[in-house]
């Protein structure tokens, strides 16, 4: 079992930039499997949506195609941590982010990576805005 949690959001102007940052702890290490980081986002009335995510024990990422080359994924293993890096904020943006992690065999980044169904552990979430 892993408890994720959320910080870092608040409240930037259009073409702001915003780090977010998902601390893991619990049992974050399980032979044979590999713990994965995803960060979803809620919408003001509207579904959650799959952003970004990735796994420890490579490099790889994998990003939803509206946040693609704005938002980076990076991992601090030795924090058990996971950031991602806004650039170019719209108020588009503007929403409640979470952070879900759970552990898989092997996992190959895809679409099943931002489905919210694919994880069990999820934070509180860190809400946040973009407005002029």
């Known amino acids: 079992r892993v408890r994720p949690v959320e910080s870092g959001g608040g409240s930037v102007e259009p073409g702001g930039s915003l780090k977010i940052s998902c601390a893991v702890s619990g049992d974050t290490r399980r032979a044979g499997r590999r713990l994965c980081v995803a960060w979803f986002r809620r919408h003001p009335g509207k579904e959650r949506e799959g952003v970004a995510a990735t796994c420890t024990g490579g490099s790889s990422t994998y990003y939803a195609d509206s946040v693609k080359g704005r938002f980076t994924v990076s991992t601090d293993i030795a924090e058990s941590t996971v950031y991602m890096q806004m650039v170019n904020l719209s108020p588009e943006d503007t929403a409640m982010y979470y952070c879900?992690?759970?552990?898989?065999?092997?996992?190959?980044?895809?679409?099943?990576?931002?489905?919210?169904?694919?994880?069990?552990?999820w934070g509180q979430g860190t809400q946040v805005t973009v407005s002029s």
């Open positions: 879900a992690a759970d552990h898989f065999t092997a996992p190959r980044l895809g679409a099943w990576s931002l489905k919210s169904e694919t994880f069990d552990f």
